[in-house]
Structure formats: structure tokens, C-alpha cells
């Protein structure tokens, strides 16, 4: 009880001190917190979405993907014929049967030709209106499509592209396109996540989704009373027959539960990894907390002498500082746990701002949610208060005669020193090890290992760098500052250890923000590079959906356009003559052109005669691992198509990592054996200019695509920038995710120069009398803190660029072999950590300046 009443006074009397530990215990829990509050609201939302969808039993045809899979690459769903309608209803246990139509290969513009589809990535939906969709929506203004020039759209899509009844809208499907009127609004009755959904009639929709009447792309099988899912699925089954292996059937639990599998991949890589930058939170905020409890315990040295000169045991003292530990972790943890539902409702307030829809009526908090926070919040807290606690209960008594924030820590020890020396050695041949592997899987478990022992290293070995570093950063910077700038660097380097900590703080966060940076430029540098080489073509037209026929036509025809080529995937079963079967395999199907438009080294053979009939290429690496040499015969079993006997004509290099591994054929040879109403659409289409020709060839080819807006055509300056943004894009994310990191290792850096004021209150008076003016004692520790900034911010982007230099070397086995510093980034954010060091200073200074200088000579 007087250890508890001891802490407890203790913690209150410091709680100035204690609140930005606080803080940084706040935010780390806030972002777990919030981030399983965020996911888990995400799979509610669409689990209700799934459920309202999902009929008791659902009959699809066999070759149709799965949710998550690949969409159809012939631009049209697979169908079943009407006639398994009839088929169904004579099961038992039946109460009604429809076919629907659903396809996502779609794109829907108003009238001036603008898709109205969402920008978030989640898919336009088109279909026929059937009663099954009653369950999730209903009809709020106007009616039902009644025939082939009307459609029904969803509220939230009205709402958002401001359309209205009677607007007209034009459908682009594999087959062309065709032009309706809005006849209806439906709203959701349950979160709809973003996705923009028409409705047809059935008629419409068979016609132009899928090409032909009498089709449907899947069956809505409803129960009679009484009668179970998985007890009507075995009676359609059984009425099925042998005809029931065409067919997947589907209780609503199995269907439910392979869409949540397909969702729930993307919300588990989004779960993790934020998780993840909020563990790199955890740890620089460990920083912090050490760094609080380490100085608190120096300031109170006399206290704890006095405490135990009358009687107090090591234990109890050491459980007095842990039990204050214990508190500060409740207090952050259960504010944290607050502020994680509100950043969880804010995450959701910012998908919806990019037209992912989630309503907070559909948040939820799961019980294991707080515990978790809570007992990572303390159990975080309580560890990192470990230390300072066994150095509190090694104080002398004879400590009591001693003034008060003598460190006792000030020199780093030569075991510490020995020990980071040795990790830090260890991780560096790790990193070697990783850079001269010879194989990409093997070379990423070193890089791993060599990151994390360098890491740990540097953090252990702070204290002795801060001596050499702190000094070679004064001598550039502090020593235009005359005595101001050498007082700042004497207090820098007072107590190396407490610098080695804030700096490690920051250090962490930079060096994946420079190691990210130096990935991100080298893979840009390394794709641009492959481009100039690589890629004749003048032009690259892709998009949202595959190019249709009637496109590719247009495109060939464009004036200035010297030839165009299809680039086309298909899928086969490659038996090679070592009677191996590589199943699935994806095959690049392209016009003879290709040859000019990606130039591809040969190891054996030339690329021209792989476009001959029934002739093809392979890879290096397929080729070793088969035994194959120019003229062996390949047996290619084509899906929804004949087997054929193809020659291998070519063996293509992979020093590259454009189309690395790619196996070419023509597409006549693939026309052979692959009926026309099975063969792929092309994903993308290269056009050649006439020499001289390339601007008029580039505006001739944006006034074919001018009604295709799901098309876009670039040339190769185009393409590469939008490479760069893309990178861009990705990384913004990742430094958005990190910036919570660096946040609370500014909090250290302010928590440290804050406690340091304190600690040196009277030593500050004596400065103040003697002739310091208030000016200079702020500039003093302004300095202090750009210089212990500084020194995170060197070895952060010092140790961030190691690790990103040999993820390239990586990197360069999978043909990306470019490394590029991004020396601007990297400037930018050391002379940034100044500005951080400045502005971290500004309330610590500002108090220093305040104090009263009798006041502060006599504390004691």
C-alpha cells in the first residue's frame, strides 16, 4: 500500500512531465485501436451487403470465376442456358426459381461521355432487376426498366454524378455499346461500399451482356418453408442429375462466405500492415517513455537516496517506478482506446470522401478490441520502464547527500559498446550476404536479418555515435554560434545515452522513409530505363476494360498509325517432352508486329520464327528447368479450346524485368485451336507511328478513343510518368503511415529537451545571473535540439539508404537494376529534421526563458 500511495503521489506530482509519454501511448494504441475498429466495421458493412445479396441457393455454370477471380477475358460472363430453370423447379423443397444476369465488364458514361463509375477501384455492376435484388434495394423514384431504352441506377450514383430521371446514359460492353434513358432510382437498404450499379430488363441484358438470349449468368434459388439451404442444395442437386457437374451450386453461407474470402484478403494485407506502422509507433514511442523514466529517476536521485536511508527496500523502489509505469499505461491506453474509435470513424469519414461508402451506423467494436489496446498500451509501457526502474533500485542511500539530476549514466559503457559494435557488424554482413545472393528469395531473408541487426545495433551503439557524430554536426553548425552554439553542444553531449535514445527515436522512422525512397526511385529509374530500351512502339492503349473488336478496327484504321499490335493472354497446360505438365500457364498471344514493338533478346533462336504457325518462345528459366533446346515439340492444351503440337522456335533471356519469363505465340496459331467465341479480348494494343508522324499519330489516336473513355492511349512519355505517380502514390502512403512514428519521436525530442530544462533549473539560473540573456538561453536550446534532431536524422537516412541500396541489389536479379538515390528526398528531409529540431524546442525554450532567476538558483 505505500508503495502504491508513493507512486500514486508521485505520478501526480511529475503529471506535467509524464503527459507527453501519455501522448505517445495514446497514439500508438489510437492507431491499433482504430485500425481493428476500421477493418472490423469493413467486414461488417460487407457481410450485411453479402447476406442481403445472396439467395438461399445459387446455381452458377462451372467455368465461372469465383469472387476475387479474374474477371471473363472473352468481355462476356460465363452463362447457363434457360432451360436449367426448368430443371430446378422440380426439385423438393423449391418455392421459386429466376434467372439473373450480372456482369462487371461494363462502363457507363453520361451524356458527355464521362464514366460515372467510382474512382475507388470498387466495380460498376450491370444486370437484369430481379426480385432477388428486392432484398438489398428498393425502388424510390420512378420504375423498373420495361424495356430495351430504359435502365435503373443506384441512389448513391445519382446522388454523387448528379443524374436524375429521364438522363441518358450509354453502356459499353464488349460488343459495342447502347444508348438507354434512367427510368428508376433505387436505394440500398443496406452500406453500399461504392460500387455503382444499372439495371436492365431481362431481355437487355441478355442481348447486350452476354451476346445472346436465353442465357443468365446465374440462378436465385428460394426455399419453401421449412426446408433448409444445405437440404435444397442436395435436392437441386439430385434433380440435376449428371447434368449437376456443369453447374456450381451454392448455399447463401458458402456463397457469403467466398465473397468475405475475396474481400477479406484486401482487408487483411490493409489490417497488417497498418498494424504494422503501428508497431513502428509502439517501438519509437518505447524511445520516449525510456528516455521519461530515465530522467525523472536522475531528477529525484536525492529523493530515492532519502527513501532509502529510511528504510525502503531495492524491490520497493523498483516497484514504485514500475507501478508508475503501470499508471501512465492505463491512462494512455483507455484515452487511446477514446481516440481510436474517433480515428476509426475519421478512416471512414476519408473513404467515403473517395467513394468507398461506409456508414458509422454499421461500426463495430469487437470486445477483444480494448483488451487488446489496453494490455499492449500497459504491457508496452511497463516493459520500457524496466530499466529505469533496476537503475532506481540501485540508488545508494549516500545518494541523499548528492544534489538532485547528477546523471549517473553519463558515459556509455564499453560493454554496450562491444555489444552494439558486434550487431552492428553482424547485420552489415547480413546485408552483404543479401546483396551478393544469387537468388531473390534467398537474398530477402539476409535483408531481413541484416535490417533488423543493424537496426538494433545502431540503437545500442547510439550513445557512443552521438559522442563522435554530435561533435562532427557542432563543428558545421554550432560553432557559428560562439559560446551559445559550444554550450549547446556540451549539453547535447552530456548525457549521450539520453541523446542516443531521442536520436534513435527519429532514426527509426527516417530510415524507412529513406530506404522506401530509395526503392521507389530505383524501381522507376530501373522500369524507364527497360522502356527506352525494350519498347518500340509508340503508343500503348489499356484501360478499365479489355480493347474490344470493333476498337481494335478503329484503332488500325487511325491515320498517321503505321501498325498496331494485340497483345493478348491466354491460358494453357504445357506438357513438355521431359512428360512434365505446367498447368494454367499464361501465354502472350500477340500480332508478328510485337517483334518491333518490344525488342527481345534470344539465347537460342530468333523471335520471328516463334510467330510462325504453330510455333512458339519460352524463357530461360523454363527452358533449364525442362531441359529444352530450339525444335523440341510442346504439347499446349488451350483453355475452352483443342490441344495442339507446337515447335519451340525461340528461347527469350530474362535479364530484364519486362515481360521477364513470358512465353510468345501468334494469335493466328492460337485461332487454331481456340474457337472465336472463346478467344480472349486483347488487354492492350501498341500503335507505331509514321516516322515523322508521332504528334499527329498521338492526337489521331485520342480522337478514335474519344467515345472509349474506359480507354486511354499514352505514349512513352506518358506511360512512364504515370509509372512515377503511381510509385509516387504508394509511397505518399507509406510516409502518411510512418508520419504517426516521427510524430511521437518529436514528442521525445520536446519530452527530452522539456525534462532536461528541469533537470538543469538551477544551473539555468546561475547562467541567467552571470549574464545569459533570455535570447541566448533560447537560443541554446533550440540548438541542442537541431543538433540532437540532426543526428537521428543522419543515421536514419544514413542506415534507411543502406537498406535501400541492397533491396535493389534484389531487386536487379528480377531485372530491375537501376539504383538511383533520391538525393533531393534525402535532403529535404535531413534539412526538415532541423526544422522538426526547432520546432520540437519551441515550448522547452520558451519555459526556460520564463523562469524566474532567484527561483530557479535556489532549487535544489
Not at 228 to 238: F, G, H, I, T
Not at 562 to 573: C, N, P, Q
Not at 584 to 602: H, I, K, M, W
Not at 813 to 823: A, T, Y
Request: aromatic fraction near 6%; proline fraction near 3%.
Amino acid at each position: 500500500m505505500t508503495v502504491l500511495k508513493t507512486s500514486m503521489r508521485n505520478f501526480l506530482a511529475h503529471k506535467g512531465r509524464m503527459a507527453l509519454s501519455a501522448v505517445a501511448v495514446v497514439l500508438s494504441v489510437a492507431f491499433v485501436c482504430g485500425t481493428l475498429v476500421f477493418s472490423d466495421t469493413m467486414s461488417t458493412t460487407f457481410d450485411k451487403l453479402f447476406a442481403a445479396t445472396s439467395s438461399d441457393v445459387t446455381l452458377t455454370p462451372k467455368d465461372a470465376p469465383d469472387a476475387g477471380d479474374e474477371g471473363p477475358r472473352t468481355g462476356k460472363p460465363e452463362s447457363l442456358p434457360a432451360a436449367a430453370l426448368a430443371q430446378v423447379k422440380k426439385a423438393d423443397g423449391v418455392k421459386s426459381v429466376e434467372g439473373a444476369v450480372t456482369s462487371d465488364s461494363v462502363t457507363v458514361v453520361n451524356s458527355k461521355n464521362k464514366d460515372i463509375g467510382p474512382s475507388s477501384g470498387a466495380p460498376t455492376l450491370a444486370g437484369n432487376w430481379t426480385k432477388n435484388d428486392l432484398r438489398s434495394m428498393e425502388i424510390t423514384s420512378g420504375h423498373a426498366p420495361r424495356g430495351p431504352t430504359e435502365v435503373m441506377l443506384d441512389a448513391d450514383t445519382a446522388d454523387k454524378k448528379n443524374l436524375k430521371i429521364g438522363d441518358e446514359l450509354r453502356t459499353i460492353v464488349a460488343g459495342g455499346s447502347f444508348t438507354t434513358k434512367i427510368t428508376g432510382i433505387a436505394t440500398f437498404k443496406v452500406t453500399n461500399p461504392g460500387a455503382t450499379v444499372v439495371y436492365f430488363d431481362t431481355a437487355t441484358a441478355q442481348r447486350e451482356l452476354l451476346g445472346a438470349t436465353g442465357r443468365f449468368t446465374h440462378v436465385n434459388v428460394t426455399a419453401a418453408s421449412g426446408v433448409s439451404d444445405e437440404r435444397l442444395k442436395a435436392n437441386v442437386a439430385s434433380t440435376l442429375g449428371a447434368d449437376a457437374a456443369d453447374y456450381k451450386i451454392k448455399t447463401q453461407k458458402e456463397s457469403i462466405a467466398d465473397n468475405r474470402k475475396s474481400v477479406g484478403s484486401f482487408l487483411d494485407v490493409m489490417k497488417y500492415a497498418m498494424l504494422g506502422f503501428a508497431g513502428i509507433a509502439f517501438l519509437v514511442g518505447i524511445f520516449l517513455i525510456i528516455n521519461t523514466f530515465s530522467m525523472l529517476v536522475a531528477q529525484r536521485t536525492r529523493e530515492i537516496g532519502l527513501m532509502r536511508a529510511i528504510g525502503s527496500s531495492r524491490k520497493q523502489v523498483n516497484r514504485s517506478v514500475l507501478v508508475e509505469a503501470l499508471l501512465l499505461g492505463v491512462v494512455g491506453s483507455v484515452l487511446g482506446i477514446g481516440a481510436g474509435i474517433g480515428l476509426a470513424v475519421g478512416l471512414m469519414k476519408l473513404m467515403s470522401g473517395i467513394g468507398m461508402e461506409l456508414s458509422t451506423e454499421d461500426l463495430t467494436i469487437s470486445a477483444t478490441t480494448p483488451v487488446v489496446g489496453l494490455l499492449l498500451g500497459i504491457i508496452v509501457t511497463v516493459l520500457a520502464a524496466y530499466l529505469p526502474a533496476r537503475r532506481a533500485g540501485k540508488v545508494s542511500p549516500m545518494a541523499a547527500l548528492r544534489d538532485a539530476g547528477t546523471p549517473a549514466d553519463g558515459k556509455s559503457g564499453a560493454v554496450r559498446a562491444a555489444l552494439g559494435l558486434v550487431l552492428t557488424g553482424a547485420g552489415v554482413f547480413g546485408l552483404y550476404a543479401a546483396a551478393a545472393a544469387d537468388e531473390a528469395k534467398e537474398g530477402s531473408l539476409f535483408l531481413g536479418l541484416g535490417i533488423v541487426l543493424t537496426l538494433i545495433g545502431f540503437v545500442v551503439i547510439g550513445p557512443v555515435l552521438a559522442s563522435f557524430v554530435v561533435r562532427a554536426i557542432s563543428a558545421v553548425l554550432l560553432r557559428w554560434f560562439g559560446p551559445v552554439g559550444r554550450m549547446a553542444e556540451r549539453n547535447a553531449l552530456r548525457n549521450p545515452r539520453r541523446t542516443g535514445a531521442t536520436g534513435a527515436a527519429l532514426m527509426i522512422g527516417l530510415a524507412l522513409v529513406a530506404c522506401l525512397s530509395v526503392v521507389g526511385t530505383s524501381m522507376v529509374a530501373s522500369a524507364t530505363d527497360e522502356l527506352d530500351k525494350s519498347v518500340g512502339a509508340d503508343f500503348i492503349v489499356q484501360g478499365k476494360q479489355r480493347v474490344s473488336h470493333q476498337v481494335e478496327q478503329r484503332l488500325k484504321e487511325t491515320p498517321y498509325v503505321a501498325h498496331t499490335t494485340r497483345f493478348k493472354e491466354v491460358k494453357a497446360d504445357v506438357t513438355t517432352p521431359d512428360g512434365k505438365t505446367d498447368k494454367g500457364v499464361g501465354l502472350s498471344a500477340n500480332d508478328r508486329t510485337y517483334v518491333q514493338d518490344l525488342r527481345r533478346e534470344t539465347t537460342a533462336g530468333e523471335m520471328s520464327a516463334a510467330y510462325e504457325t504453330n510455333a512458339m518462345s519460352v524463357g530461360e528459366g523454363f527452358a533449364k528447368d525442362h531441359h529444352l533446346k530450339v525444335g523440341d515439340k510442346l504439347k499446349v492444351a488451350f483453355d475452352d479450346g483443342r490441344t495442339g503440337e507446337l515447335k519451340l522456335a525461340a528461347i527469350t533471356d530474362e535479364e530484364g524485368s519486362l515481360d521477364r519469363g513470358a512465353m510468345y505465340l501468334n494469335i493466328t496459331t492460337v485461332e487454331r485451336y481456340v474457337a472465336p467465341d472463346r478467344m480472349p479480348l486483347s488487354e492492350t494494343v501498341f500503335a507505331k507511328a509514321v516516322d515523322g508522324k508521332q504528334d499527329e499519330a498521338y492526337a489521331a489516336l485520342k480522337k478514335t478513343l474519344e467515345t472509349d473513355p474506359q480507354l486511354k492511349v499514352q505514349d512513352q512519355t506518358d506511360f512512364k510518368q504515370t509509372l512515377k505517380d503511381q510509385v509516387g502514390q504508394l509511397l505518399n502512403i507509406v510516409y502518411g503511415l510512418l508520419g504517426l512514428a516521427i510524430i511521437v519521436a518529436i514528442l521525445g525530442v520536446v519530452n527530452t529537451l522539456a525534462l532536461s530544462v528541469v533537470e538543469r533549473t538551477r544551473e539555468i539560473g546561475l547562467m541567467r545571473a552571470i549574464g545569459l540573456s533570455r535570447r541566448q538561453l533560447r537560443r541554446m536550446i533550440r540548438m541542442e535540439s537541431v543538433v540532437i534532431a540532426l543526428f537521428g536524422a543522419l543515421l536514419g537516412l544514413g542506415l534507411g539508404m543502406g537498406w535501400g541500396a541492397t533491396a535493389q541489389q534484389l531487386l536487379a536479379l528480377e531485372g530491375l537494376k537501376v539504383l538511383e538515390i533520391p538525393w533531393p528526398t534525402i535532403i529535404a528531409v535531413f534539412v526538415g529534421s532541423a526544422f522538426v529540431g526547432l520546432f520540437a524546442a519551441l515550448i522547452p525554450a520558451f519555459r526556460a526563458g520564463r523562469m524566474n532567476v532567484l527561483n530557479a538558483i535556489a532549487t535544489e
